[in-house]
C-alpha cells in the first residue's frame, strides 16, 4: 500500500473496523492486494486514455462494481476507510474479474494531493456521513477545503454527483458548492434533484431509505 507523508490530513473518526470479517472477505483482502493502490499503480492510472471515475465511499460496492461491469472502457478509483466494506468491494471484484477497478482503503483525502490537476471525468458521493450534531459538522467531507481540492483534479466540465437524505446536509452542500461560484449546479427542475441519475446504481442503502420514507436527493455539479 502507498505509503503517504502528507500533513494537515483532517482526523478519521469513527471506527475503521466493524464485525468480524467472513472467510470469504478474508481470504478477498489477502489475495486482492493487487486491486488495492500502491505508488506504482497510482502513476500508471493516469497514463491511460480512459475516463476515471472517482467513488468515494463506496460502502460494499455496488454503485462501484456495477459501474465498472457495465463500463469496462472507463477507469474506476474506489476510496472507503472502512476494512468491512473494502474486503466485500475486493470479493465482488475478484468474482467478477474485473480489470478496470483499484482500491484506496483508507481516508481519500490522504491521496487527492496525488491526482494530477485535471485528470479525473467524475466524481461520485453516494450517501455521505451527514454528522448531524451541530458540534460535529466539521467533520463532513463536504468543506471549502474538499471543494477547492476537487475543483483541482477535475477536467474541464467534469462532475461531481452527491446524494444525501438528509434535509440538514441537503441544504449545507448546496450552500458550499454555490458559494464557491466555480461548480454549476446542473438543474433544470425539481426532478433533476429527486430522481436518481442514469449512471448511478441502486444500493441498498437508498433502499433501507425509502423504505424509512425519507427521501433521496441526488445533486450534480459541474466544473466551470
Excluded at 196 to 217: G, N, V
Aim: hydrophobic share 35%; with cysteine; net charge positive.
Amino acid at each position: 500500500m502507498y505509503n503517504h507523508d502528507l500533513n494537515n490530513i483532517p482526523k478519521f473518526h469513527g471506527r475503521r473496523k466493524g464485525r468480524k470479517l467472513s472467510k470469504s472477505n478474508q481470504l478477498a483482502l489477502k489475495i486482492g492486494d493487487r486491486y488495492l493502490i500502491d505508488k506504482e499503480d497510482f502513476k500508471d492510472v493516469f497514463l491511460c486514455k480512459k475516463n476515471i471515475i472517482l467513488e468515494i465511499g463506496f460502502g460494499d460496492g455496488e454503485n462501484l462494481i456495477n459501474s465498472a461491469k457495465q463500463n469496462s472502457n472507463f477507469f474506476y478509483i474506489g476510496a472507503d476507510p472502512f476494512l468491512n466494506t473494502t474486503a466485500q468491494c475486493l470479493n465482488k471484484i475478484l468474482f467478477h474479474n474485473l480489470r478496470n477497478v483499484l482500491i484506496w482503503p483508507d481516508d481519500v483525502r490522504k491521496i487527492l494531493e496525488l491526482f494530477p490537476y485535471n485528470s479525473i471525468s467524475e466524481i461520485k458521493i453516494l450517501f455521505p456521513d451527514p454528522w448531524p450534531k451541530k458540534k460535529h459538522h466539521n467533520r463532513r467531507l463536504i468543506q471549502k477545503e474538499f471543494i477547492e481540492k476537487i475543483h483541482q483534479i477535475l477536467k474541464p466540465k467534469g462532475t461531481i454527483t452527491i446524494s444525501t437524505d438528509h434535509d440538514i446536509l441537503k441544504n449545507w452542500l448546496l450552500e458550499k458548492f454555490q458559494n464557491y461560484r466555480k461548480f454549476e449546479w446542473m438543474v433544470r427542475s425539481s426532478k433533476d434533484w429527486r430522481l436518481r441519475p442514469p449512471d448511478c446504481f441502486q444500493t441498498k442503502y437508498e433502499l433501507k431509505s425509502i423504505a424509512k420514507k425519507r427521501k433521496p436527493s441526488w445533486f450534480i455539479f459541474e466544473k466551470q
